[in-house]
Every structure is written in C-alpha cells, then in structure tokens.
C-alpha cells in the first residue's frame, strides 16, 4: 500500500511546478480570463506566457527540443492553468492529445518533423477523431483515405475539433479499408497548409468560448505517404491508446477548473456578512465547504495516481489497468468538477448567476469536461470492461 502512494506523492520538483505554473497563471494568464470568455476570442496571452515558459507542450522528449517532463508534471501544468482560465489549459491539453499519436507509433522521422516544432512553440497540434456520422461510434466515422502511389489522398468532415484553424498540425483517423471496420482505420499527419484543408465556422459554445471548435473540411488533401502514423489499419488502436493517456489530462483540466471555483467560494463566504456574522460560520455552508473539498481532493488522488501509470506504460513498462484508471479519473474528476461549480455558485446566491463574478464561467467550462474525449457514459462502459 505505501509503494502505491509513493507513486503518486509529489516531488519536490513537481511542487516547484506547481508554484511556477500557479504564480505564472495568476500573472500572465488570469487577467485576461474574463475578456477571453466575453469576447470568444483565443487566449493568445496564454499562448505567448505559455511558449516563454516552455510550459506549452512539457510532454515532448528532449531529444525532440522538448522538456521531457512526466505525465503527472503535464497533470500540474493542465490543472494550474485551468484553475484560472479553462480555454487556456487547453493549449498544453490538446498538443499532447494531438502529438502523442505521433509519439506512440510514429517513424522517427515524423517524431523529428513534427514535435520540434511544437516543442519550440513554433506549431500547435490538434486531434481530428470525431465526426457528424461518428461521435462515441468513433469507429463508424466515414473520411476516407485513398493510396495513390506514393500518396494518400483524405477527403471528408471531422467535428468537434480543438484549436482548429489555430493548430499548424493535425493528426487526422481516416478509413484505408471500409471492409474492417476499426482495422481498417490509419492515422495520418496533416498540415493546415495542404491544399484541400479548410475550416468551418467557430461553433457557439456554452463554454471554453476562448478555445476554438471547428469543423475540419478535407477535400481531397494529398499527402506523402510517409505521413501515416504507423503501420496501415492501426489508426483506431492508436487513438484507443492516445485516450488511455489523455483523458487523464481532462481530469486535470477538471481538477483546475473546480479548485479555482472551491478558492473563489471559500473567500467569498468569509467576507459576505448576513444576520451578522459572515456565512462561512453557518453549518450548512460549512458542510458545503467541506464535501466540495472532500471530493476535489479524492478526484486529485485517482487523477495522479492515473498519471503514475501512465508515465508507467510511456516509460515502456506494463500497466493493465491505465484504461480503466483514466477513464476513472476523467470520469469522476469531471463529474466532481460540475457538482463543485454548481455549489459554487449557489454559495454566491444571486452574484453567482451574474457575469461580474467568475463562478458562472466557471460552472459553464466545467460541463465539457462530461461529455468530450469520450462521454462519462462512455467512460463508465470502459470502466466496465476493464475491471481491475
């Protein structure tokens, strides 16, 4: 049991992370939080203290010019951000979600070709999985990719895309053989510079409106075949894989998202006085306090321990139950995240329903994190299936 909890105790390293992340959010980040929202504009403050920092992409190795930091350091870096401004913790979040294709099956040369320059802060990457036809049913999506040679030529539509338009790179799912259903699926590398990329309008979304979501339009994109991830018809497992990892970033995200709201709450009722004396002294607000602390630090502990494994298996080691730990995380991290910022704002009362206070914001970014990288139902199948 105590080799267990060493796994996922904090180092002095991670804990110099965390403060440094914490105070860079607070400084560069957090003031523009607000107009972020308001304006559904991308977070390019973020973005600039983020690359200056080298906390944009910590995931990527060094020999690729990266800081070949752990998964729980990405964790850290994922949760501080989030705690003061969810759009902006999806530039770490999603250039993992978008590289790590790459990096779990990739040649060397695509490792060399494509994480440099996100290692750099020169490019971003995003994840082009979902589709209109192909949400939880990933594998029933529809673009196509078709040899030609020493090509491969994409056409068709991805949705729900993270950072598009924003993102240099994309790693995109298409179908080489309709026949095998799953198997048939490869993995590419496209660049936004291809001609036959394009993108659709920002959607208008209830919340993370600094992060934009576009429809991914592929018109006949041809591509060197050399961009395949992998070996041909391994794109689904390798997306399978990819969420294994990431989805404990989402937890991560969740994590920030309702500490930020527990900090704003706990001041709060310590300075608003009513019949006298300040709230924070009345039981019931008392209790709400302590079963939204209670929750958020159990969601923290499976969401490290999450990320121990999945450094675990990144190092080449085994660790049959990742699946089900990430999905765990993701799952109860996110779920806690909305009950925390509902609580939130109800201990405001009518303040907490207005846009002058941060907790609405709050409570709006936190819902996405149920339903994308996979739906909490989705999660609890998975959990499921892979029972430790």
Known sequence: MSEDFDLFRLSEEHVMLRET????????????????DEEARFPQEALDALTASDLHAVHVPEQYGGAGADALATVLVIEEV??????????PAVNKLGSLPVLLSGSEELKQKYLTPLASGDSMFSYCLSEPDAGSDAAGMKTRAVRDGDYWVLSGVKRWITNAGVSDFYTVMA????????RGISAFVVEKSDEGVSFGAPEKKLGIKGSPTREVYLDEVRIPASRMIGAEGTGFATAMKTLDHTRITIAAQALGIAQGALDYAAGYVQERKQFGKPIAEFQGVQFMLADMAMKLEAARQLTYS??????RVARGGGDEQLTFYGAAAKCFASDVAMEITTDAVQLLGGYGYTRDYPLERMMRDAKITQIYEGTNQVQRIVMARNLP
Request: charged share 25%; with cysteine; net charge neutral.
């Open 21 to 36: 992340v914490r105070a860079l959010a607070e400084a560069k980040i957090a003031p523009f939080a607000t107009e972020v």
């Open 82 to 91: 989030a705690r003061v401004c969810a759009s902006s913790s999806l530039i």
């Open 175 to 182: 179908v080489t053989d309709p026949e095998q259903r799953s």
């Open 306 to 311: 999450a990320a121990t494994r999945s450094e």
